[in-house]
């Protein structure tokens, strides 16, 4: 009989079952509902410095902060090991890992069988979006990890609450166990897991809908509010509700002259999506507001425009090669009250990672704690290694963020990393070829995620790795929407490339700030002022049309970063013909058609 350190907080009465039903299958000692207050955070993170998990750091220097060590074998998402468990494969489509449910739940329950044995299950009550939101859903969940608790606080709107607002109405049931079981009398470790990968389940049945995660504690894989919820569960929902869960940061963009516009920009990961979303603008007098940095949940407002909101309540944002030039705003936001993972410590108890550009001293503790010195030649913190930060310390939070009714877009962009081919930015000629556009980009391999470079991995809306249906039936869903209202109140949706390099293998753009310059141009083409001519992919910018000002860029850069190579775009179009075919028949007809006219445009 596990022991109940509060009585229930609900009386809702499917979720007392569902929480007999899962203290039954995972037998942990204790049973801990999550009221999400101050006092609550701090008890579970002072345990886990006691535990030896946490790590306190500095307080004068990083007040109220903590740095973790991962598992080596625990240390992302694992793609490889999520599953869709759609009652046909049909319905998951050929992106996704399918498994059929009802095999699928036995592995589960197998695994799950006394999984939570000596630790304590927390339920974590949390809602994606502000409490009072019509876009607003509420999930529960279930965990024998200390470090999601503390995690889940800072990433959603958490506890008590949730618990009011949910009253006795539906939640979205998340079942998560690191899935390692104590012994009676067994040390427990700083980062418990399952250490074999292929033991590893990050589950959802979005017929439910439920998700269940097992072996992980990091991460996407953990945090089930996250890519589980917002959007592999969210898109189905979406699907069926009629709106849209999105891959998307949020942003406003004010001009010098106070016009205020919002825009969602959908990259693949680790394309400077948390970078962009908190930009401080090299253009005098243009000011950027973050609304979010991954996730955009979008419906249409009874005005006919479509309206944005982030769901989530922080970041969770990759450490290395955040710095003071990079992203001064990220560097306030984890100033204090942050959970640094897999990171390096310094002697005086603050965080340090490559790319900090910040001189490292002369020792520091590496992610899997040992010393490390500036010649080690091994990395001090872990590529992946991640701060989670609450978004209202963000120093550039807009005033909207959390406006139960969302923001109205303007623009929606797309992006990826291309080395090549891929002009900075271009306009689409309308929804659906904006659709065509989305549907196509992706972004080509890194040898730090990877391991091989060079190799271009379509991510259609950057939707790849959180589509939670058939990607054909999500395109399908895009043009659906747009048809429901007047074409002049949807955003215009944009191209954008930061990544161009000249034949030299150089960087054409220099990024960063000076992507205002791309934002302003899109900005002046909403008002009309912005001067496009067009081409066979979409509207480039006129000539002189973006404001290059201050920038000294060569000509002949400017040159290649607008240019659109027919030879190499026809290779393009094959390529995404090539991909389409891998929808079949399912493919909606117009992006064939879209397609079709790309190639008889570059004829
Ligand atoms: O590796 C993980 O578990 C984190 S993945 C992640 C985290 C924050 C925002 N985006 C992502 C992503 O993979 O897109
Ligand atoms: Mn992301």
Redesign the pocket.
């Known amino acids: 009989m596990a022991e109940h350190t509060i009585a229930s907080p609900t009386c809702n009465p499917r979720l007392l079952d569902w929480i007999r039903e899962m203290t039954d299958l995972c037998q942990p000692d204790r049973v801990h509902w999550c009221d999400g207050s101050d006092a609550e955070y701090e008890h579970v993170c002072n345990q886990m410095v006691r535990s030896g998990s946490f790590v306190r750091l500095n307080e004068t220097l990083r007040p109220g902060s903590y740095l973790v060590r991962s598992h080596p074998s625990d240390v ?2 694992v793609e490889k090991r999520t599953f869709i468990c759609a009652p046909t494969q049909a319905e998951a489509g050929p992106t996704n890992n399918w498994k059929p449910p009802g095999p699928m739940k036995e592995t589960l329950l197998s695994l799950f069988r006394g999984s939570m044995r000596g630790r304590t299950l927390y339920v974590i009550p949390f809602c994606m979006g502000p409490l009072n939101s019509a876009f607003a859903k509420i999930g529960i969940e279930i965990t024998d990890s200390p470090y999601v608790v503390c995690n889940m606080r800072i990433m959603t709107h958490m506890g008590q609450r949730v618990l009011d607002a949910l009253g006795n109405g539906p939640f979205i049931p998340c079942l998560h166990s690191v899935g390692a079981p104590l012994k009676p009398g067994q040390p427990d470790v700083a980062w418990p897991c399952e250490p074999d990968l292929e033991k590893k389940y990050i589950v959802h049945f979005p017929h439910e809908p439920s998700i269940w995660s097992y072996g992980s504690g ?4 953990a945090l089930l509010g ?2 589980c919820l917002a959007l592999r569960i969210a898109s189905t929902i979406a699907r069926q509700e009629g709106w849209l869960a999105e ?1 998307m940061l949020i942003l406003s963009l004010t001009s010098p002259r106070g016009q205020k516009r919002y825009l969602a920009a959908a990259f693949p ?1 680790a394309c400077g ?1 948390t970078n962009l979303a908190m930009m401080q603008p090299s253009l005098p007098g243009w000011k950027v507001q973050c609304l979010g ?2 996730i955009a949940w979008i419906r249409l407002g009874p005005d006919g425009r479509l309206y944005a909101l982030n769901p989530e309540a922080g970041f ?2 990759v450490a290395p090669g955040t710095s003071e030039k990079s992203n001064p705003h990220a560097v306030r936001t984890f100033a204090k009250n942050t959970i640094f993972t897999n990171v390096a410590l310094t002697p005086d108890r603050d965080v340090w990672w490559e790319g900090m550009d910040v001189p490292p001293p002369p020792t520091l503790v590496d992610w899997e704690g040992q010393t490390w010195t500036p010649d080690s030649d091994r990395r001090a913190a872990h590529p ?1 290694s ?1 701060f989670t930060a609450p978004a209202d310390q963000c120093p550039v939070i807009d005033p909207d963020w959390q406006n139960p009714d969302g923001v109205p877009l303007s623009a929606i962009l797309f992006g990826g990393r291309r080395t090549t081919t891929v002009p900075l930015v271009c306009e689409a000629f309308n929804w659906q070829h904006g659709v065509f556009l989305g549907s196509a980009i992706g972004s080509e391999t890194t040898a730090a995620n990877t391991g091989q470079a060079g190799i271009l991995r379509r991510d259609p809306f950057a939707m790849l ?1 959180f589509c939670g249906y058939h990607m054909a039936d999500y395109f399908a869903h895009w043009l659906a929407l747009g048809a429901q209202t007047d074409p002049g109140k949807l955003p215009r949706m944009y191209v954008v490339n930061w990544f161009r390099r000249n034949d030299r293998g150089r960087w054409l753009w220099p990024g960063y700030g000076e992507n205002s310059r791309v934002l302003k141009w899109i900005c002046d083409r909403i008002d009309g002022t912005g001067q496009a001519q067009p081409s066979p992919i979409g509207n480039l910018p006129a000539p002189n049309a973006l404001d290059l000002s201050g920038l000294n860029l060569h000509p002949e850069n400017i040159r290649e970063l607008l240019a659109v190579h027919k030879p190499e775009w026809r290779r393009e179009a094959e390529g995404i013909r090539d991909y389409y075919d891998t929808f079949g028949d399912r493919l909606p007809a117009t992006l064939r058609r879209e397609l079709e006219a790309l190639r008889q445009r570059l004829a």
């Open positions: 992302a998402r990091y991460g996407g894989n996250k890519k891959h990961s999506k940095d991954d969770f944002g992946n991640r790795p």
